[in-house]
């Protein structure tokens, strides 16, 4: 969660992500020395991430879905606006506008991915998410290998699929692809947020828009059980490990990173989704899920090597 979002690295060059910008110093640099550091805490981060999300599944029963979606944001808002103590004047009403929409972006996409992991495989939920970031992408490359890994994704659905969505739920899975939406929506806004606001400043605006506006959705849902200790104090470990804890991972890993070879790393998020869902939630995979998961992942790869190459 930098300045535009650390795991976005670049609006149209990243092919996947959930929270955070590239780093000025990451963004376009050739690779440095020592890269086995950085990969670690990347890698790191992704883990955080998605075992973040296992945890959020678990948590789900007692706050619902909305009533965990609130807490997570409220709460990586608060340690956010803390530690960045963001400055409020200064920005025109279109910066304020572009930080809005960014939190409207950021707490649909949370709202579609914990409706979406509460019906299905956490695995098959991000793999069906990731397709809106790499639709991004290859429809910023504008090459024709692009259609490719367009396909290979495509084939990739239909073998999740199993011929029909109602063998995942179609519900779950129309909100995982929604989330997808979400989230290369989110890409555009936060690359345009980072661009406006210094810092991480405009992501703990953002963050606090998207806690305003789920606020009063999961108050209705859950009511005074969002205050009960134990939910809480759950509540606080899925917003550090799904935000704060990735960002200030990916945060130092950039600095030495470069942003093509950060967006390939996150690529592989649907496997470590799935290794989460595994261990946490006892979600065990089919042989042809595991394909299914390897073909979108190769489609994200190929897709981030063909936008990053030289013409």
């Known amino acids: ?4 979002d650390a795991r976005t690295a670049d609006a149209s060059a990243v092919a996947l992500p959930e ?3 590239a780093h000025p110093s990451g963004a376009s640099g050739p690779a440095r020395k020592g890269a086995a550091g950085p990969v670690a805490l ?5 883990l955080s991430v998605q075992f973040g999300a296992a945890l959020a599944v678990l948590l789900i029963p007692r706050a619902g879905v909305l009533g965990v979606v609130t807490l997570r944001l409220t709460l990586a808002a608060l340690v956010l606006l803390i530690v960045c103590r963001p400055r409020l004047r200064g920005y ?3 910066d304020w506008g ?3 929409a960014f939190g409207a972006a950021m707490g649909g996409m949370n709202l579609c991915i914990y409706q979406a992991i509460d019906r299905i495989p956490l695995g098959a939920a991000v793999t069906l998410e990731v397709l809106g970031p790499l639709a991004l992408s290859v429809i910023a490359s504008r090459r024709l290998v692009s259609l490719v890994w367009a396909g290979l994704a495509l084939a990739g659905v239909v073998l999740l699929s199993g011929g029909g969505f109602d ?4 519900v ?3 909100f995982a692809l929604a989330a997808g939406a979400m989230w290369a929506t989110y890409i555009v806004f936060s690359a ?7 810092q991480a400043d405009g992501l703990a605006l953002a963050m606090a828009v998207g806690a305003v506006l789920s606020l009063p959705l999961g108050l209705a849902e859950a009511g005074t059980r969002l205050a009960v200790p134990s939910t809480l104090a759950l509540g606080l470990a899925v917003a550090l490990l799904s935000s704060v804890l990735p960002y200030t991972l990916e945060l130092i890993a950039l600095r030495r990173l470069p942003a093509a070879t950060f967006a390939v790393l996150m690529s592989l998020e649907p496997a470590v989704a799935a290794l989460a869902g595994f261990l946490v939630l006892r979600q065990a995979l089919s042989v042809t899920d595991a394909a299914a998961i390897a073909l979108v992942i190769a489609a994200s790869v190929g897709a981030i090597r063909s936008r990053t190459a030289p013409a």
């Open 1 to 4: 969660m930098n300045h535009a």
């Open 19 to 21: 929270t955070a910008a």
């Open 42 to 46: 990347v890698v790191g981060g992704a």
């Open 92 to 94: 025109s009403r279109s």
């Open 98 to 100: 572009t930080v809005v």
């Open 167 to 170: 063998r995942l739920d179609p």
């Open 172 to 174: 779950g899975a129309g």
């Open 192 to 198: 345009r947020t980072g661009r406006r606001f210094p």
